[in-house]
């Protein structure tokens, strides 16, 4: 099956900070659209940070200020930058990317944030 892999999820302090990326194989071409989505135990999966084929970002409120997403077109590599975590930040990071018509997921990575 073909997916994207997550890597750099794990336990931090609040206050501290964690960088995650997300390496799509090479068999997915033309990528357009890639995505941080998390999910926290109880709740529904949530867009967390996107940015297009161009460079353009669109964050979640939550995020704003405090993650920065980026991508390397040449190595099918994102990442998302996490500062100033907070307890509620606690979640499976998910990685999604958009290729026409076809869409992917990764199988997450975990953070967690503790108090």
């Known amino acids: 099956q073909v997916q994207p892999v997550e890597s750099g999820g794990g336990l931090v302090q609040a206050g501290g900070s964690l960088r995650l990326s997300c390496a799509a194989p090479?068999?997915?071409?033309?990528?357009?659209?890639m995505a941080w989505h998390r999910q926290a135990p109880g709740k529904h999966r949530e867009l967390v940070a996107s940015?297009?084929?161009?460079?353009?970002?669109n964050y979640a409120d939550s995020a704003k200020g405090r993650f920065t997403v980026s991508r390397d077109n040449a190595k099918n590599t994102m990442y998302l930058q996490l500062k100033n975590l907070k307890p509620e930040d606690t979640a499976v990071y998910y990685c999604?990317?958009?290729?026409?018509?076809?869409?992917?997921w990764g199988q997450g990575t975990q953070v967690t944030v503790s108090s």
């Open positions: 999604n990317v958009v290729s026409g018509l076809m869409e992917y």
């Open positions: 090479e068999s997915i071409q033309l990528i357009n659209t």
């Open positions: 940015i297009s084929s161009a460079g353009i970002t």
